[in-house]
C-alpha cells in the first residue's frame, strides 16, 4: 500500500500510520523555541504524539516541547517549505521509502536530515523496516511502529460456517467455493473506494513475489525485470481468480470501504482482506466479535507464505536543528519500550522493534510471529520511484473488475510509469 495511499488511507483510519487529516493546532509546553531546555516538534500522529510529548517531559524534567500536529496533506505542503526556508522544527514526521514530499528519500537527498545511523536503535530495526528508513545505507527516519495486511476473519462466522482459515492457495479457493455455497461470501471487499483495490493484490504479490526474491525491488531499479515480466502477473491472475470464483460478495465496486467493514463485522461476510487497524474498526461495529488477522496465502507451501507489513511514519531530526541534542534525545526515547509501545497502543499497530515488551493483541498473534521471523516485505509502493505508479495500478484495478482493461494492460502501464523515474 502505498505510503502516499497509507498516507490517505491513514488519514482515514488509523492503521498505526493511519494519519488523522483533521486540523492541527500548536501546543506550547513552555515559553521560547530552540532554547537549551525547549525542543520544536511538527507531527502527524495527532491523538497519539499528546501521550508521547508527556512521557518524554515527565522523563526530562525541565525540558518542554513545542509541538503542532496537523493533518498529512497540509503537512507535506508545509515541512518541505519550512526547511527550505531554514523555519522548519527539530523534530518531523517523515514516512518510509519514496511516496511523497514527506518521505525519507525526498527529504534525505538534498540534506534536510540528520544521519541517525550511529544511534543504538538503528541497528536493531528489522531488515524489511530498515530498508525504508534509509537513504544510500544511511538511516534518516526512526520507525517507531508498523502495520500488516491479511485476512481478517470473524471468527463467530467462521464457526457458524464450520469453516477455518486456510494456509494454501487450494485451499483458499475451496474455503472461497464452500463459504459461497452456505451463503456467506468469504471476504467483503469496497472497491468504491480506489486504495482498497491493492490490499489483496499485495498480500498476494508479497508470497508469490517476493516469497522466492527478496532483491526483487533491486532488479526493478536496475532494469532486470519488470511487472509484466515478472510474478506480479501470477499474483495480478490469482486476484483475477478470487473474483472469478467468488470470493468476494457481489459487486464489489458498487461497495465503499465503511460498507466492507459492515458486512465483516456482522458476519454477512466470514471476513475481509484488509490491514489490522480495521480490526478496530469492525469492533466497533460489533463490540462481542472476535477478529483475527491471517496471511493471505498464495502458493501450496505455507512455509513461503510472506505478509506485507509495512513501516509507518516515523520521525526524523533535522539537519540544521536549533537543538540536535535535546531532538536525539526525544527520537531515542521515542525508539525505546516505553515511547514505542505508548504510540502502538494508541495507533492500534504493533512496535518496529522486537523485545519491546509490548503486550500484542492476540488478534495480531500472526502477524507478530511473521515480522519476529522475518516473514514479512514492505508495502511494494514504499520502494517505487513515484507516485504514479500507484495511481495507475489504483484506477486500472477498478477498470479490470469492470471489464474494461487487462492484468496485461495494468501491468505494461505501470512499466511505462516506473520506467519514468523520479
Do not use: H
Given at each position: 500500500?502505498?505510503?502516499?495511499?497509507?498516507?490517505?488511507?491513514?488519514?482515514?483510519?488509523?492503521?498505526?500510520?493511519?494519519?488523522?487529516?483533521?486540523?492541527?493546532?500548536?501546543?506550547?509546553g513552555g515559553?521560547?523555541?530552540?532554547g537549551?531546555?525547549?525542543?520544536?516538534?511538527?507531527?502527524?500522529?495527532?491523538g497519539?504524539?499528546?501521550?508521547?510529548?508527556k512521557a518524554?517531559e515527565?522523563?526530562?524534567?525541565?525540558?518542554?516541547?513545542?509541538?503542532?500536529?496537523?493533518?498529512?496533506?497540509?503537512?507535506?505542503q508545509q515541512?518541505?517549505?519550512?526547511?527550505?526556508s531554514g523555519?522548519a522544527?527539530?523534530v518531523?514526521?517523515?514516512?518510509?521509502?519514496?511516496?511523497?514530499?514527506g518521505?525519507?528519500?525526498?527529504?534525505?537527498?538534498?540534506?534536510y536530515?540528520?544521519?541517525?545511523?550511529?544511534?543504538?536503535w538503528?541497528?536493531?530495526?528489522?531488515?524489511?523496516?530498515?530498508?525504508?528508513?534509509?537513504?544510500?545505507?544511511?538511516?534518516?527516519t526512526?520507525?517507531?511502529?508498523?502495520?500488516?495486511?491479511?485476512?481478517v476473519?470473524?471468527?463467530?462466522?467462521?464457526?457458524k460456517a464450520?469453516l477455518?482459515?486456510?494456509?494454501t492457495w487450494t485451499?483458499?479457493?475451496a474455503?472461497?467455493r464452500a463459504?459461497k455455497?452456505?451463503?456467506?461470501?468469504?471476504f467483503?471487499?469496497?472497491?468504491?473506494?480506489?486504495?482498497?483495490?491493492?490490499l489483496?493484490?499485495?498480500?498476494?504479490?508479497?508470497?508469490?513475489?517476493?516469497?522466492?526474491?527478496?532483491?526483487f525491488?533491486?532488479?526493478?531499479?536496475?532494469g532486470?525485470?519488470?511487472?509484466a515480466?515478472?510474478?506480479?502477473?501470477?499474483?495480478?491472475?490469482?486476484?483475477?481468480?478470487m473474483?472469478?470464483?467468488?470470493?468476494?460478495?457481489?459487486?464489489?465496486?458498487?461497495?465503499?470501504?465503511e460498507a466492507s467493514?459492515?458486512?465483516?463485522?456482522t458476519g454477512?461476510?466470514?471476513?475481509?482482506?484488509?490491514g489490522?487497524?480495521?480490526?478496530?474498526?469492525?469492533?466497533q461495529?460489533?463490540?462481542q466479535?472476535?477478529?483475527?488477522?491471517?496471511?493471505?496465502?498464495?502458493?501450496?507451501?505455507p512455509s513461503?507464505t510472506v505478509i506485507p507489513?509495512?513501516?509507518?511514519a516515523?520521525?526524523?531530526?533535522?539537519?540544521?536543528?536549533?537543538?540536535?541534542?535535546?531532538?536525539?534525545k526525544?527520537?531515542?526515547?521515542?525508539?525505546a519500550?516505553?515511547g514505542?509501545?505508548?504510540?502502538?497502543k494508541?495507533?492500534g499497530?504493533?512496535?518496529?522493534?522486537?523485545?519491546?515488551?509490548f503486550?500484542v493483541?492476540p488478534?495480531?498473534t500472526?502477524l507478530?510471529?511473521?515480522?519476529r521471523?522475518?516473514r514479512?516485505?514492505?508495502?511494494?509502493?514504499?520502494?517505487?520511484?513515484?507516485?504514479?505508479?500507484q495511481q495507475t495500478?489504483?484506477?486500472?484495478l477498478?477498470?479490470?473488475?469492470?471489464?474494461?482493461?487487462t492484468?496485461?494492460?495494468?501491468?505494461?502501464?505501470?512499466d511505462?510509469?516506473?520506467?519514468?523515474?523520479?
Open positions: 500500500m502505498k505510503t502516499r495511499t497509507l498516507t490517505a488511507l491513514v488519514a482515514t483510519t488509523t492503521a498505526a500510520t493511519l494519519l488523522a487529516a483533521c486540523s492541527g493546532g500548536t501546543k506550547a515559553s521560547g523555541g530552540g537549551s531546555k525547549t525542543l520544536t516538534l511538527a507531527s502527524v500522529d495527532q497519539s504524539v499528546e501521550d508521547v510529548v518524554f515527565k522523563a526530562n524534567p525541565g525540558v518542554k516541547v513545542r509541538y503542532t500536529t496537523s493533518g498529512a496533506d497540509q503537512y507535506q515541512i518541505r517549505t519550512q526547511l527550505a523555519t522544527p527539530d518531523m514526521s517523515v514516512w518510509p521509502g519514496n511516496g511523497n514530499p518521505a525519507t528519500y525526498v527529504l534525505a537527498k538534498p540534506g536530515l540528520r544521519d541517525l545511523s550511529d544511534q543504538a538503528a541497528a536493531k530495526m528489522p531488515q524489511a523496516i530498515k530498508s525504508v528508513a534509509q537513504y544510500q545505507s544511511k538511516t534518516y526512526a520507525i517507531f511502529g508498523q502495520n500488516g495486511i491479511g485476512a476473519y470473524n471468527q463467530q462466522a467462521m464457526e464450520g477455518t482459515p486456510p494456509d485451499k483458499l479457493l474455503f472461497c463459504a455455497a452456505k451463503g456467506t461470501p468469504a467483503a471487499l469496497g472497491i468504491q473506494d480506489n486504495w482498497v483495490t491493492q489483496v493484490l499485495y498480500s498476494l504479490v508479497a508470497t508469490a513475489v517476493y516469497g522466492p526474491d527478496r532483491d525491488d533491486q532488479k526493478m531499479q536496475a532486470q525485470t519488470t511487472f515480466q515478472s510474478p506480479w502477473a501470477t499474483a495480478l491472475d490469482k486476484y483475477v481468480t473474483e472469478k470464483t467468488g470470493c468476494f460478495q457481489k459487486n464489489p465496486l458498487g461497495t465503499n470501504y467493514q459492515q458486512l465483516a463485522a454477512k461476510t466470514l471476513g475481509i482482506v484488509q489490522n487497524w480495521v480490526i478496530a474498526l469492525l469492533k461495529k460489533n463490540p466479535g472476535t477478529f483475527t488477522l491471517k496471511a493471505l496465502p498464495a502458493t501450496d507451501e513461503q507489513a509495512a513501516a509507518g516515523g520521525y526524523g531530526v533535522n539537519a540544521k536543528a536549533k537543538n540536535p541534542q535535546l531532538a536525539l526525544f527520537v531515542d526515547f521515542v525508539m519500550p516505553e514505542m509501545n505508548l504510540f502502538a494508541k495507533q499497530g504493533l512496535p518496529s522493534l522486537p523485545d519491546t515488551g503486550a493483541d488478534s495480531l500472526e507478530s510471529t511473521f515480522i521471523a522475518n514479512t516485505v514492505p508495502f511494494m509502493d514504499q520502494r517505487w520511484p513515484n507516485p504514479k505508479v495500478m489504483l484506477s486500472g477498478q477498470e479490470i473488475f469492470s471489464g474494461q482493461s492484468p496485461d494492460k495494468l501491468l505494461k502501464e505501470m511505462t510509469d516506473y520506467k519514468a523515474g523520479s
